[in-house]
């Protein structure tokens, strides 16, 4: 304590406090630096020690899941999708050309079994999606209303993939209706 001058304040106060008091005060102010200590600083180093372990733990699930899906995509790539293109070949041995070649053949023999009259058929350019390819006709016909429908239900339950996209029909005298069609002729991609 000699080198506090004897005027201060502190000086006077702790020479004149009993030992009891001062080794009081001192084990208070240890109490209340380490509880600060340990419910202040460690506690927000503590938090953000957690927050970060809590993601971490989230970014090993995602490599976890990412490892997984690469293992999945890899098996499609080399297993399941040779399988499906050799299916899908099994399928349609043909070329797109001659596959809607075999559509149209099976639209005019549909024509010929309803009683359809074809008036003119009109062939669209081959057009090329993701999915495959589809070739777009316009069809005139003629012929009762019932034949018309009967042609239309045939197509629809043929084995091929023909679709109508558009269908008009006007009367044209008794029970005699022209109609005009378009139909898409489709092939799914090989």
């Known amino acids: 304590m000699y080198f506090m001058p004897k005027t201060n304040r502190w000086y006077s106060w702790a020479v004149h406090t009993k030992a009891v008091y001062r080794y009081s005060m001192s084990c208070a102010f240890l109490v209340i630096l380490i509880l600060g200590w340990r419910y202040g600083i460690y506690a927000w180093f503590d938090a953000a020690i957690n927050s970060e372990r809590a993601s971490i733990s989230q970014l090993q699930q995602q490599l976890i899941q990412l490892a997984r899906a690469e293992r999945l995509s890899k098996d499609l790539a080399d297993n399941t ?48 999606k993701p999915w495959g390819s589809y070739r777009g006709a316009q069809l005139s016909m003629s012929g009762t209303y019932e034949q018309i429908g009967h042609f239309l239900m045939s197509l629809k339950q043929s084995s091929y993939m023909i679709q109508c996209n558009q269908f008009r029909s006007n009367r044209t005298e008794g029970d005699q209706f022209t109609a ?11």
């Open 81 to 128: 999708l040779p399988m499906l293109h050799r299916q899908l070949q099994e399928f349609f041995p043909l070329s797109a050309s001659a596959w809607q070649q075999q559509q149209f053949d099976c639209v005019m023999v549909q024509a010929q079994k309803a009683g359809v009259q074809i008036v003119s058929y009109t062939d669209e350019k081959e057009k090329k």
């Open 180 to 190: 005009l069609c378009n139909l898409k002729f489709m092939m799914a991609g090989i």
